[in-house]
């Protein structure tokens, strides 16, 4: 186990949610992989906690579906499955059509600012080999669409299904020519917000959110 996370203590919250919130991060951000098993023992040593709250921590990550009992061999992060995928990127679509169209309308010259310099520095991370940075980045040009909404409701149900995209983006981010599209694509759907044009900031996030889709499913079957 050489993923690079630690546990971040709260003391609001009880140990055993502080364990599964650091665990749930570190497998929807590929730290901790589809397939690794996860030890009480190891994990306990390396967070710096006893087994109980790691113990916990798994039980409640099993009820998520983010981790699974295999007899004989205990806890292992649950693959990706193809069905996962599907489910999540069809929400998504919704809500990121919803979102640009909304964004569309309102967002204001600064937002429309500050997500040209976000297009920028991710094309600048596509040029690093630093997936977990590039996968950030993607985030945050995102996340100003979102905000330009001006729909704090829109935005807290799409921070919910943003969080399962965690596993994903990694994925289609392995994929040389997927980054390339991709920088691409949030420069035209950059365009078309400032342009005002609402069908064509619409299809350009849709046809971006199905391309995502199309590199994932490829880059799961080549493994």
Same mark, same amino acid.
């Given at each position: 186990?050489?993923?690079?996370?630690?546990?971040?203590?709260?003391?609001?919250?009880?140990?055993?949610?502080?364990?599964?919130?650091?665990?749930?991060?570190?497998?929807?951000?590929?730290?901790?992989?589809?397939?690794?098993?996860?030890?009480?023992?190891?994990?306990?040593?390396?967070?710096?906690?006893?087994?109980?709250?790691?113990?916990?921590?798994?039980?409640?990550?099993?009820?998520?579906?983010?981790?699974?009992?295999?007899?004989?061999?205990?806890?292992?992060?649950?693959?990706?499955?193809?069905?996962?995928?599907?489910?999540?990127?069809?929400? @998504? !679509?919704?809500?990121?059509?919803?979102?640009? =169209?909304?964004?569309?309308? *309102?967002?204001?010259? %600064?937002? $429309? /600012?500050?997500?040209?310099?976000?297009?920028?520095?991710?094309?600048?991370?596509?040029?690093?080999?630093?997936?977990?940075?590039?996968?950030?980045?993607?985030?945050?040009?995102?996340?100003?669409?979102?905000?330009?909404?001006?729909?704090? @409701? !829109?935005?807290?149900?799409?921070?919910?299904? =943003?969080?399962?995209?965690? *596993?994903?983006?990694? %994925?289609? $981010? /392995?994929?040389?020519?997927?980054?390339?599209?991709?920088?691409?694509?949030?420069?035209?759907?950059?365009?078309?917000?400032?342009?005002?044009?609402?069908?064509?900031?619409?299809?350009?996030?849709?046809?971006?959110?199905?391309?995502?889709?199309?590199?994932?499913?490829?880059?799961?079957?080549?493994?």
């Amino acid at each position: 186990m050489t993923s690079d996370f630690h546990v971040d203590m709260n003391e609001y919250l009880p140990l055993r949610d502080v364990v599964f919130n650091t665990l749930r991060q570190a497998i929807l951000r590929g730290e901790l992989k589809p397939g690794e098993r996860l030890m009480e023992i190891a994990l306990s040593n390396r967070l710096g906690v006893s087994r109980t709250p790691v113990r916990e921590a798994i039980r409640m990550l099993e009820l998520e579906g983010l981790v699974i009992m295999i007899p004989r061999k205990g806890a292992q992060v649950a693959q990706i499955t193809e069905q996962d995928l599907n489910d999540v990127l069809e929400v @998504r !679509l919704g809500l990121e059509e919803l979102a640009v =169209r909304f964004a569309c309308e *309102r967002i204001t010259d %600064e937002e $429309l /600012k500050r997500l040209g310099l976000a297009v920028r520095e991710f094309e600048q991370k596509i040029r690093e080999n630093d997936l977990s940075a590039q996968a950030e980045a993607d985030v945050k040009f995102h996340e100003i669409i979102y905000a330009a909404t001006h729909n704090q @409701r !829109l935005v807290q149900i799409i921070n919910n299904i =943003r969080e399962q995209m965690y *596993r994903y983006r990694i %994925e289609y $981010l /392995k994929d040389t020519e997927s980054r390339k599209k991709l920088v691409k694509e949030h420069y035209e759907i950059w365009d078309a917000l400032k342009r005002r044009d609402t069908n064509r900031a619409v299809e350009q996030m849709c046809a971006h959110i199905r391309n995502q889709q199309e590199a994932i499913h490829k880059s799961l079957k080549s493994e």
